[in-house]
């Protein structure tokens, strides 16, 4: 796997709508992720998290501010960075059989067709389902369909993956094992992972940093190192004092949001929770 580049964010604005219609949904947001590294965007419903993500994926421009991959602006989607979409009922189409599918942006990629079929049916393996290419999606089940739309992101071995909610609607033991299945492809293929999520507790599981989005418009409030290790186990991880500490401290910062510095490390915090019911935290 080709080691990817830096995605670096220079006070972002993005808008909708123009004049009296605008809504400015993010402002002055800077961020930077470096090769390798797994961060986890977490923020209220209608942050504009998704729009985030696809600001980052090349799909959608910021009104202002800048983002770069590397040296190179990011001005359009590129092969270097995968996108896995916030619903993948939407996302997988029911006419094309699993292979088909999770092969599809391959052939506008200029890749053979054996190649293709390869390709697909090793990412399926990946993800733990080397036996259903033949199937169609409607076929599988709902935590089968979201292996298959992280295997097609795996697909265009692209160095940068986004995720944006990618086990929101799958059952809680489907989505451990999704969480630790993106956890040992990451270890094992060293790509550089970014998962949107609302869930605080999958933040702080799966990230070597939780980026805290809040305020209106929406800006970084918290950048936080998660010092857990590279190893994380569902149920020992969850039961480490330094977890709940964590946990804490970016819930704080959601239902009380402060501007911070970046890159603090946990504290405890001082101050009362209070604030938007939109964000979960699973005890
Ligand atoms: N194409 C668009 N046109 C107009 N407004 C948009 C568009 N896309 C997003 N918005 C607005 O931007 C805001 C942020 O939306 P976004 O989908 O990025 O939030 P989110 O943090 O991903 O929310 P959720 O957690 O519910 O997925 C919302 O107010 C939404 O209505
Ligand atoms: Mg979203």
Redesign the pocket.
Known sequence: MKRGSSLIVEDVR?S??HGADE?R??DGLSLRVDPGEFVCIV????????????CLSGL?RPTSGTIRYGDQPLTRPLADIAVVF?DYRGSLMPWLRVRDNVAFPLEGMGVKRAERRKRADECLAAVGLPDVGDKYPWQLSGGMQQRVAIARGLAYEAPVLLM??PFGSVDAQSRFDLEDLTLSLRRKLGITVIV?T?DIDEAVYLGDRVIV?GGRP?TVIDNLTIDLGTERDQIDTRADPRFADLRTRVLTQIRNPHPSPPHRTAKKPASTPRGPE?VVSRP
């Open positions: 993005k909708f709508g809504h949904v993010i923020g209220p419903s209608g942050a504009g998290k998704t729009t985030l993500l696809r959608t916030q944006d909610e949107v609302h989005l929406t939109s």
